[in-house]
């Protein structure tokens, strides 16, 4: 049993991953942090409780964080995650009210409650986690490890930037809060575009009307928020999925163990992942390879179990 608190910008592939972890026994999710990315950060709050609450796991709370990058403004993707973050799926707003207290300091609470038992899953800007870090320093030290989805590495064909032609979008949008957390000692596993853009990955139509042979909550959401991107994007990519992957079968990936310097400051470079190859210390597991197909069946598998 992984023991979970997950920051997240639930847009599409957030919600997809949430689904997932919400259908997996591995996982206790103890709580959600919400971060300013795919959207703003009231949106993407209400997004993660409108999935929890239709998925029947309102009990799992829910606290608000960052509204904007530490030093830029939020740049959001609701171009591409459709006008409400989710697909336009037919979700309700949320009913469920905030956890009261600041994402940073909920996640330093969870941590300190179950010293080394819990992964912190972060699959949005880096923002909240980096406020955790600057305003307890010793809790990286006290996570199981910290697995993130972000970055474009290089390490394969696929390892290109989707915000710019260089830069991940989690990384960019807030490059000197990755700087803080690539760099805090924790035990990371960064899940960038080099394994994200793998089209063996991806789901596609075929995959599509599977899911929609089924009439459960999980499989009906997910065939919406897969529609939408199908419908607008050609195909859906499990960014956020893949990176909770990890802790369901971390025999799906091939990592590395490298230093990655992060490009801060606002240039054509900002947000650049660069791996340093050096036997320094802060070296985090960077993966390199998945094996695509072999996801897809673990992911559609839980999806479309009772
Ligand atoms: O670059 C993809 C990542 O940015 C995903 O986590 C997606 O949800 C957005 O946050
Ligand atoms: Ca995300």
Known sequence: MHKVVWDMDPGIDDALALILALKSPEIQVLGITTVAGNAPVKMTSANARRVLEYLNAESIPVAMGASHPLNHSLED?????????????????????????????????????????????ATGPLTNVAYAFELHPELPGLLARLVLMGGAYGLTGYGKGNQTPYAEFNIWQDPEAAHIVFN?????????????????ACLNRQHLERVKTRHTPAAHLVAQLVEYEVKYHGCCRMHDPLALAVLLDASLFDYILARVEVVKGNDWDRGVTRILLSNSSRLIHVASAVDGPRFLKLFLSRILEE
């Open 77 to 121: 993707a609701l171009s591409y995650h459709g006008p409400d973050g989710l697909g336009n799926c037919d979700l309700p707003p949320p009913k469920l009210l905030l956890y009261p207290a600041k994402a940073w300091d909920f996640l330093v609470r969870l941590v300190w409650d179950a010293p080394g038992e819990v992964t912190l899953v």
């Open 184 to 200: 805090s000692g924790a035990d990371i596993f960064a899940v960038g575009l080099d394994v994200t853009m793998d089209p063996a």
